[in-house]
């Protein structure tokens, strides 16, 4: 039944007309026993009669004929009772007067004008909200027909973040979801009811529940949730062939807002996350609050998320600086977007260029550096040896000079594990670079230091992506080795963790991150396929390639015989022992290093790094060939 949003006011006033004789005959029946009914009958019709009268004239001089029912609220229900009770009182005074004063009926119960108010409050009121119901139902069923159906969704998760995205479901129809139920692991929990929706059972029960219920999609709803819940959940649903999504991990939500539009499918970064440990986060804010920030390779996958997180503790300036103009711009774009208020400045240099670098840190003057500028692709670099060592070496050393000379307070460095035994170019550059900054903070005192950690997940040329890429071409996904294994992180995690080891350095720190357990490339490379509702060596073959000039079967995070100290937090490292060149023997080497790249030197600089870096084996390393550049 179509119920119109303007529903006509003469409808009503029939409607109210036709229960107005139903109220008080129902009032006079619910007084009275049947037989004594024709002893009142006279009272009743003259009440009847009064009522239809100064009813629908009362009614009409509070508006109830001029409002539109459809979009009823607590403020028509408090235009309904004080309507009603007005009408009530003045039929009850007729009424009295007429058999009191004028005697114009025998006998008349009283307790019938009570009874007449209750029903008549019942009937008018439930008329009209039965009206704004209809109206409700008629309008979420053509926008399900404009839209598609309503969708039934089961909430894995009945936390804050599950409780929040009911509440949105409820309060927001258009979006044609309804929630079924809960599943929590919670025992405080189970059976109870949340905003009318109830706890169904514990995430094990998710394949019982699935073939109970009427379910159309899956939602995780735990940003906190480790990887192995999720990887959970989504075995079932793929084996039951259930949609399932998930909300964004808790370090993708920081500075965010829940709500249900930040849902998106299940993603390999969401199987691999771990449990968060947060804290000192006031250290973090103390740390960048009103300062002036710059991070260097801003453009990048690290250093964009450099620049999110510190964003969102208000610094009184980011400088975003880097060599692509593309890429910085689109980093401007999203801080501006996100972070309206906030001074936000582009800067395009090569991190090599020393008289630019001067005149940048001398015009902005920043307190902080994150310097996250760097060449990183392995294979890559293993043909460029030149420009890795002028880029990764040269540049980070013009940073930190220039930051010295600028009196900067806090400088922190990118670094990564293949810098430890490196067997290539883009790990030796890097150790290298990580001997720049540790040897600057014995020097001068100042608050630098090293952050280490692996590989992170969904970074632009890393090995996700080109997976994604090969799935959605139909294959096949090329893995090196049957046993290559990586560590891995996501990037938001990662970057969380380098604010952490910001705020507890105090100069001169190498910090090595917690990543977990390596991870077997090849089960990355068969998550993702099935990620992609698809089968390893059924849908999408898997090649095995080979491992490529300057790889390793596996990473380390430090070298053998350095020992490492606990911090503050639990998934942050100090190492040891780390500067192994240091003063004016690291100064000399570097300068031959740079006039070797600059001469195009490579062989003897590949000499020279197997030299100076403890454990290095790069001479090891077969000649490259450009065959892969992830």
């Keep these: 039944m179509k119920i119109p949003t303007k529903f006509r006011n003469r409808y009503l006033l029939v409607a109210d007309a036709l229960l107005v004789v139903i109220s008080v005959t129902v009032s006079y029946y619910l007084r009275l026993d049947l037989d004594a009914i024709p002893d009142y009958l006279s009272s009743m019709l003259w009440m009847i009669a009064v009522a239809f009268v100064v009813k629908p004239v009362v009614y009409f001089s509070f508006g109830l004929y001029r409002r539109l029912w459809a979009y009823a609220s607590t403020q028509e229900l408090k235009l309904i009772t004080t309507s009603v009770t007005a009408a009530s009182v003045l039929v009850s005074l007729v009424m009295l007067t007429l058999f009191y004063s004028l005697h114009v009926f025998r006998s008349f119960p009283r307790s019938v004008l009570a009874i007449d108010f209750l029903l008549s409050l019942a009937f008018v009121g439930g008329l009209r909200f039965a009206l704004r119901l209809l109206a409700e139902s008629n309008a979420l069923a053509t926008h399900a027909r404009q839209h598609g159906a309503i969708k039934h969704v089961l909430i894995v998760g009945a936390g804050n973040a599950g409780v929040l995205m009911v509440r949105e479901m409820q309060k927001n129809k258009q979006i044609n979801i309804i929630p079924v139920g809960f599943l929590d692991d919670d025992a405080a929990k189970q059976k109870h009811q949340i905003h009318d929706v109830q706890v169904l059972g514990p995430i094990s029960d998710l394949a019982r529940v699935l073939d109970t219920r009427y379910v159309d999609e899956v939602v995780i709803a735990i940003p906190s949730a480790p990887g192995h819940v999720v990887r959970t959940v989504a075995d079932v649903c793929r084996l039951k062939g259930m949609p399932f999504r998930t909300m964004p991990g808790i370090y993708e939500l920081l500075g965010g807002k829940v709500s249900v539009n930040r849902l998106r499918e299940v993603d390999i970064t969401d199987l691999l996350r771990r449990e968060p440990v947060r804290i000192n986060d006031e250290l973090i804010g103390a740390s960048l609050a009103g300062r002036s920030v710059l991070v260097t390779g801003a453009g990048g996958s690290i250093g964009r998320e450099i ?21 910085i711009f689109e980093t401007l774009w999203e801080m501006r977007e996100a972070f309206p208020g906030l001074l936000v400045r582009p800067v395009i240099a090569d991190t090599r260029d020393l008289p630019r670098m001067q005149m940048i840190f001398n015009e902005h003057r920043p307190q902080v550096v994150f310097h996250a500028a760097a060449h990183k692709h392995v294979p890559l670099m293993e043909i460029n040896i030149e420009d890795a060592v002028t880029n990764n070496i040269l540049g980070t050393r013009t940073v930190v000079d220039v930051a010295i000379a600028n009196n900067v307070e806090r400088l922190v460095m990118i670094s990564t594990d293949k810098a430890i035994r490196p067997v290539n170019i883009m790990g030796a550059t890097k150790r290298m670079a990580e001997m720049i900054v540790l040897d600057a903070a014995e020097r001068t005192g100042r608050y ?12 632009r040329g890393s090995v996700v992506p080109l997976f994604k890429r090969q799935i959605a071409s139909g294959g096949p996904v090329t893995v090196t080795h049957p046993d290559m294994k990586r560590y891995f992180m996501t990037i938001p995690e990662a970057v969380y963790l380098v604010l952490q080891a910001f705020a507890l350095g105090r100069g001169g720190e190498m910090f090595v ?37 300057g790889e390793k079967l596996s990473e380390d995070l430090w070298d053998e015989g350095v020992t490492s100290q606990s911090t503050q937090h639990p998934d942050i490292f100090r190492l040891d022992g780390q500067n192994s060149l240091r003063g004016e023997a690291l100064q000399k080497s570097i300068e031959e290093l740079v006039h070797l790249a600059q001469h195009g030197d490579a062989p003897t600089i590949v000499r020279l790094l197997d030299e100076l870096i403890p454990g290095s084996a790069i001479r090891s390393t077969p000649p490259a060939e450009m065959t892969s550049i992830d």
């Design 513 to 549: 991150l917690n990543m977990g357990q390596q991870v077997r490339i090849l089960d990355l490379a068969e998550d993702l396929i099935r990620l992609s509702g698809l089968e390893p060596d059924r849908d999408i073959e898997i090649v095995f390639t080979g491992i490529r000039p």
């Design 448 to 459: 630098f230091s090293v952050v280490r950690f692996g590989n992170v997940l969904g970074s």
């Design 307 to 327: 620049c999110r997180q510190v964003a969102r503790w208000g610094p009184s300036e980011l400088i975003l600086l880097g060599h692509g103009e593309d890429s």
